[in-house]
């Protein structure tokens, strides 16, 4: 079987169809253009330059185009890029297509679904339950498709979904240790707390900021969308204050993006659950193509740091 992108090590060659999924112009200090690029495969993704372009490359090497590149990888300030040494589109003829090059979720949209409305069931308070299904059958098709983020966890068809599924069986776990939680609360929480995603990302392929999502954001964005259902069905009281203020605090600090910090425990445990996901997702993912013996490549997100991966079983 051939080694996804993400699976080459330091030093070995590359030729290969990938997909861009990004795409930037850039200038170096001496004025000479380049482009910065994302490349995917099935693995994951990769960040490569393609030095001294010219206008026409703009166009050329643009987000969902696939294409053949030959290089070898190299390790820069701790994390592998492709170093490009060949590039041009796919030909029609050779038959490539974006499916074989975008990573999804290994479980169906119907599993995930399925694992989500068990949660929903779950719930005894009637108008939290019907604010999330409400808004949950309102873009369940985007819910089901989309990614949680264009980049470093959940950032592939399906994502967001797998995101919040993961994060209902951490969410049950901490509920059955604490019971004085409120499960209902923080059930709704997770399912809701990243619907706006559906707004502020394009979708699920070569995926990039609205512009919905760079003005207003999908925290925001969400706060509204909760407070349009709960008019909708006719719903008033603390519950709809309540999961505002959950999807408004969920990153937990001002410096991380969250208007609010969290001021109720659910808001509180929603934090830690959305941190623990995301985080473990990055380290399974950097640790999945890092050798027994050393140390994966830094990760930004994680205080640029790098993580041994122990010889013991």
Known sequence: MTKGITQRAVGETVDTFLLIKQSTKGVTTTGNPFMSLVLQDKSGDIEAKLWDTKDEH???????????????????????????????????????????????????TDELLEEI???????????????????????????????????????????????VVSMLKLGKSICDIYPSLNK?????????????????????????????????????IMVTEISKAAEELSIEGEEVLLLQHMVLSHHGKEE????????????????????????????D????????????????????RSFYKPNVQ
């Not at 994390?79 to 979720?105: F, H, M, T, Y």
């Not at 619907?195 to 070569?206: C, D, M, N, Q």
């Not at 027994?292 to 205080?303: C, I, Q, S, V, W």
């Open 285 to 304: 993912r950097a640790l999945e193509k890092t050798k027994p013996g050393e140390f994966t490549e830094r990760l930004f997100p994680l205080d640029n």
């Open 58 to 108: 703009e166009a050329m090497y643009a987000a969902e185009t696939i294409v053949r590149v030959g290089g070898e990888i190299h390790n820069y300030r701790g994390k592998n890029q492709l170093r490009i040494k060949s590039i041009r589109p796919a030909k029609p003829e050779e038959k490539k297509s974006i499916s074989d090059l975008v990573p999804s979720s290994e479980k169906s």
């Open 117 to 163: 409305l068990k949660y929903l069931f779950d719930m005894q308070n009637p108008q939290i339950q019907r604010i999330t299904r409400h808004l949950l059958k309102k873009y369940q098709e985007r819910i089901l498709t989309f990614p949680a983020a264009t980049r470093n966890h959940h950032d592939y068809v399906s994502g967001l979904a797998d995101h």
């Open 256 to 283: 991380w993006g969250s208007p609010k910090k969290p001021m109720i425990k659910e808001a509180e445990i929603l934090h830690y659950i959305d941190n623990i996901d995301a985080k473990m997702m990055m380290l």
């Open 184 to 220: 209902d609360l923080l059930y709704s929480g997770i399912i809701l707390h990243d619907i706006g995603k559906v707004f502020e990302l394009s979708g699920p392929i070569s995926t990039s900021y609205t512009v919905e999502g760079n003005l207003l954001g999908h925290i925001s």
